[in-house]
Every structure is written in structure tokens, then in C-alpha cells.
């Protein structure tokens, strides 16, 4: 599919004084095309002049852009308008053609790269560029994993954008994507909770999101889940950056920062395991605001391996849990974390209370030979009745 700048030059990149004619509403349709958008659009105007034309066309890319980023379009009546010089539409059209496209993500190759591809389970309208000049816009009706992938002519280093916005399902993977070096930007803006009109929301699951990127390096961009917020859902941040060793810096404050409410089952789990590059401290409500009953591997070996991180542990890491336990809920989740000094929080899982459940603390702080001080007292005492497993 020839991208929409491309056709807006061979449409338009004439003199003002052409006698040329242009038909408006294959623009229109062009529009709805790539971007699932349905611009209203003025039916006379099918043969104007051309400088008029191009005039027109401004405001329709206005008004794309408009309600890609949710605005109102404005109303530009029936009339002609004013004569515009060839070269600054063309100029203008430059420039918004990235923001109407609304790129948000950011996803940097490694330089021998020659094939790149990932898969989204969302339904929406998604936008790629691939770096070398290929762009690609798809509607996307359902929800099921479709994979996209593009074919390099030279080996060497891209830059990959993508923006849009997802209307359900899940989100996107990277998964065991070896090509895969840095990252920036944010998902959140295009995989972004839906609000629905009883109040409630529909969120994405990110599972696998980077899993098995061990070329993946540098820092987690801090925005990257920007956009995401309310309940969990079942396997929220499970897995995603499972392996990343080349990961570097510290775990950015906000990175879950929208997340409020019950936890979901396996939601956290593996989140950083085999992230041996990260360092700094854990950071204090790094899991957002949950409260409310444990989920069954909702933090299920979250850092473990993570050698790197130092620091104590913060005493509200898991928010305000309360209630009963459940199966494998801190299974190892600090395993390995031979870097984390100070003392255990006293009150790390002050809110749980009644029958233990399977595995639920087993290996919690296998290996975390740094930790000092005595083991609280009272640390599981909310924990009574027949053992388990």
C-alpha cells in the first residue's frame, strides 16, 4: 500500500496555475483506508483548482488528526478557499504527516538486522514505520495474534515507530525478538485502557511483551506504560521482561504507577527475572496502588536473579494486601537478590490473614545473602490453620 504522503505528492506537487483536477472524495476514502477514520467531506468540491484543492486537503489532514487525538473537527463549510503556493502545502503536509500517524513507540534494531517483525492481539488501527522509508497502516477488526514483519535490502541499524490506538483485546510482544536493542517511547498511549460508559475499564495484558530479548539493553523507559490504569488483569506485566539481561539502570518509580485495586492472578509474575543488569533500589509503590485479596502468582519469582538491585526493600512494595492467601503468591519472588541489603519490613505482609495456601512463600528470599538483621517477628502472623504444601 503506497503511503499516504506519496500520493498526496503525486496528487499535488503541481504548479498553482495547473489546470489540474482532483477528486476529493478518493482522498477521503484514502483516509478511512489507512487510518479507519470516516472524515465528512464536502461533495462538491470533487473539481476544484488545484491550489484550492491542496488548500482542502490541509483541512482534512486537520480534522484525521482531530479525532485521531479525540478533538472535535471543525466545520470549514462549502466554499472555495483561498489560493495556497504548491510548496508550502507540500512543506505543511511534511510536517504533520508523522503526527497524524501518531507515533508513540519507539523500537531501535540492532545494527546487522535484515528481518524485524512482532505480533499484536488487539483489534484498532496501527501504524508502522519501518525505518528504511516502508510505512504500513492496518485496521485491525479482531483480536487474535497477528504477526507483522518486514524484510530489510541492507543489513543495519532502524529505527522502528509505531503508533495508532488498540479498541480491545491485548497489547503487543517482542517475544525471543534477537533483533530487538533498545526501546523507547510509550505502549500505554497506543495499548491504552478503554473507559466504558458504565464506569468501568477494559485493560490490556502485556504478557511476554519483551520475553527472551537478551539483545535488548539500556534503560526501561519510564513512560512506558503511561496511558494504563484501574484494575489488573490476569497476566498484566507477566513475563515481560523475562531474560532482558542487557537491561540497564534502575527500575523507573512510575512504571505501574496507573494500576490501582485487587490484584489479578499472575500479574507481576517474572516480571524482571534474569534482569541482571538492572540496579538501584526497588522503588516505593513501584506496583502502583493495589489493595485488596491476594491473587495466586501475582508476584510468582518478580525479581528473581536480579543480582543488580540494591537498597532495602520497601515497606509498602505490595501495597495494601488483605485477606486470604493464595497459591504461589511470593513464590521466590526475591530469589537471587544477593544485592538488596537492610532489614525485612516488618509489616511487608501485615494484611494477610487466614488458612495458609500452596507454595504461597516458598523461596520468597532464597539467596538474598545481603539481607541483614533479625527476621521480624510477627511477619506471617496473620497466617493460621492447617498447613500447606
Known sequence: ??????????????????????????????????????????SELRDPRVAANMKYLLTTIDAA?????????????????????ATDTVAALEMVRDHIRNYKFFATTTPDTTSFSFTISASGVFHIDWGDGTRQSYRKSNTSATKYSHEYKMPGEYVIKIGGYRTGGNSISFQNNLNLAKIDGSLGAIFSTI???????????????????????GTIPPELFTGIYGLPTANMFAYIFYGCKGLTGEIPRGLFAGISGAPAQSMFIATFYGCTGLTGSIPDGLFGDLSGAPASNMFNA??????????????????????????????????????????????????????????????????????????????????????AS
Open 1 to 42: 500500500m503506497k503511503r499516504l504522503f506519496t500520493i498526496f505528492c503525486m496528487l499535488f506537487c503541481v504548479s498553482a496555475q495547473s489546470a489540474q483536477v482532483v477528486n476529493v472524495e478518493y482522498i477521503h476514502k484514502l483516509i478511512e483506508q489507512q487510518h479507519g477514520i470516516t472524515v465528512p467531506y464536502n
Open 65 to 85: 488528526n482531530s479525532i485521531l487525538n479525540g478533538g472535535k473537527i471543525t466545520d470549514y463549510g462549502n466554499g472555495e478557499y483561498a489560493t495556497t503556493v
Open 195 to 217: 473507559a466504558k460508559s458504565n464506569g468501568s475499564v477494559s485493560n490490556p495484558s502485556f504478557r511476554n511483551l519483551f520475553y527472551g530479548c537478551s539483545n535488548l539493553a
Open 302 to 387: 518478580t525479581f528473581q536473579q536480579c543480582a543488580g538491585l540494591t537498597g532495602s526493600i520497601p515497606d509498602g512494595l505490595f501495597g495494601d494486601l488483605s485477606g486470604a492467601p493464595a497459591s504461589n503468591m511470593f513464590y521466590a519472588t526475591f530469589n537471587g537478590c544477593s544485592g538488596l541489603t537492610g532489614s525485612i519490613p516488618g509489616k511487608l505482609f501485615a494484611g494477610i490473614s487466614g488458612a495458609p495456601a500452596n507454595a504461597m512463600f516458598f523461596g520468597t528470599f532464597r539467596g538474598c545473602s545481603g539481607l541483614t538483621g533479625s527476621i521480624p517477628n510477627g511477619l506471617f502472623a496473620g497466617i493460621s490453620g492447617v498447613p
